[in-house]
């Protein structure tokens, strides 16, 4: 059962910090169009 739990923690962990490096991705991009649009 405590393999199980730490497996689950580890998976759950990578979802997280994919999903923080995705927002962080789509940030840049709309910073970039903005600095687009400015010009």
Do not use: A
């Amino acid at each position: 059962m405590d393999e199980i739990d730490r497996l689950f923690e580890n998976e759950f962990e990578g979802n997280i910090s994919l999903f923080t490096k995705e927002i962080g991705v789509n940030r840049r991009i709309i910073q970039k169009d903005r600095n687009r649009k400015k010009m």
